[in-house]
């Protein structure tokens, strides 16, 4: 919950908002002084972000919706740009000599291995996004590993094309020194029409800011309304079901995390955060599975061997990027360090909460708050707690030992009405 809410969503948001504003100013031909530069681009990107947040307060079914799907064409049109136009350039003009010797000078040590992958995989994350959904499609144990298996497959095709492409125009070198890959493409492809790449460039990435507010709003709002953050985030907008508050609160985390550094760096914190997030939850889902404990009856189960060998792929990334990196990987480990002491201090019933005057001081605070932020965002606060999973659990086990016949179907009413 600690990594997801402080640095892989808002980092994620704070990239997108900063190669936006590049594009943008790149496109546009806009030059600066370094310091005015700074401040120029990130002061476009905040502005890009709030226009946003007020779109999904007050119009999450209609205009926001409508501009997921042109961005998505946006998406789509451009990289079938790149793609046509660089296989035309190595097919029909026989440009060849950027791909002679495509693995010259690569180090294969496993750090900087391992940060490629992550720099990678940093873009193939929407199997992940695609999860914070679930709620709302319709039978997602069919619906969701299809898009998935579907989607990643169609998508590897599209990036592995897009880098070919790449590859044939520009020389390791210009990619490297180059802030805006796609627009140094354009401009020694398409001539005069180069300007209309920044155009669909920006239009893609202000589709993908509105996915990361999405996701990460609705990450918020499940977690304050379990229970582990104060319950004023949990509010949602009757008229629009809007996670008004939690998009406040993420996207003011993601303006803080945008100063830490250069979107580089942002990257690999959230890849360590988040690859070192995956390990722990796929140790848990492991203890879940071999220690027999009982399941969701909506659960998505797949083979145990997915769940182990995705634990070892997650592991070996994090520790060597420990080894390799430490600096960067500090980072990350503040973060679960921090998670730690908030569970410990707010959430865990057996350290400070089970003290009555602290309970009985955060219990007021959050009830003020959550008071506050209903009427100012005009929103209705959620609670389930634990119990909603504990019941489905219940229900689940009840019903099979019906089936079974072990209880009585009286005995069975009798555990429903035990619980409530």
Request: with cysteine; aromatic share 12%.
């Amino acid at each position: 919950m600690c990594i997801g809410c402080t640095i892989n969503y808002p980092a994620t948001l704070a990239v997108q908002a900063q190669t936006f504003a590049e594009y943008v100013f790149r496109g546009a031909g806009v030059e600066l002084d370094e310091t005015s530069e700074f401040w120029a681009k990130k002061l476009l990107g905040f502005s890009l972000i709030f226009l946003l947040m007020f779109m999904n307060f007050f119009s999450l079914k209609t205009f926001v919706q409508r501009f997921s799907i042109l961005a998505s064409i946006a998406k789509i049109a451009a990289t079938l740009l790149i793609i046509v136009t660089g296989f035309y350039f190595l097919i029909f003009k026989d440009w060849t000599q950027n791909l002679n010797a495509p693995f010259q000078n690569s180090v294969w040590y496993p750090g900087p291995f391992v940060n490629a992958l992550f720099a990678g995989l940093f873009s193939y994350d929407g199997w992940d996004i695609l999860n914070f959904g679930a709620e709302e499609i319709e039978n997602p144990k069919r619906t969701m590993p299809l898009s998935i298996v579907i989607g990643m497959t169609c998508i590897a095709v599209i990036y592995v094309a897009v880098n070919i492409a790449y590859s044939v125009v520009l020389s390791v070198p210009e990619m490297l020194g180059s802030n805006a890959v796609a627009i140094d493409f354009a401009q020694k492809t398409l001539g005069s029409a180069s300007y209309v790449m920044p155009v669909m460039v920006a239009i893609l990435l202000v589709g993908s800011l509105n996915s990361t507010m999405f996701s990460a709003s609705r990450y918020l709002q499940a977690v304050s309304r379990q229970g582990h953050i104060p319950s004023a985030i949990s509010g949602i907008a009757p008229n629009c079901d809007s996670p008004r508050v939690a998009l406040l609160v993420h996207i003011l985390i993601s303006i803080g995390v945008s100063f830490m550094g250069d979107p580089n760096k942002l990257i690999n914190y959230v890849a360590f955060a988040q690859w070192s997030q995956r390990a722990f939850t796929m140790l848990a889902l492991l203890y879940l599975r071999f220690r027999g404990r009982p399941l969701h009856p909506d659960r998505i189960q797949l083979p145990i061997v997915f769940p182990i060998l995705f634990f070892l792929v997650c592991t070996a990334m994090v520790v060597i990027s420990i080894i390799d990196d430490f600096t960067s990987s500090a980072v990350g480990l503040g973060i679960l360090l921090g998670g730690l002491i908030i569970f410990i201090t707010f959430v865990w019933d057996r350290s400070l909460p089970s003290i009555d005057a602290f309970k009985t001081a955060s219990h007021s605070i959050n009830e003020e708050t959550t008071k506050f932020m209903q009427i100012i965002f005009n929103v209705v606060p959620e609670r389930v707690g634990d119990e909603e999973m504990l019941n489905a659990i219940g229900n689940a086990e009840v019903e099979e030992k019906v089936a079974s016949d072990k209880i009585s179907p009286m005995e069975n009413g009798f555990e429903k009405s035990t619980r409530l």
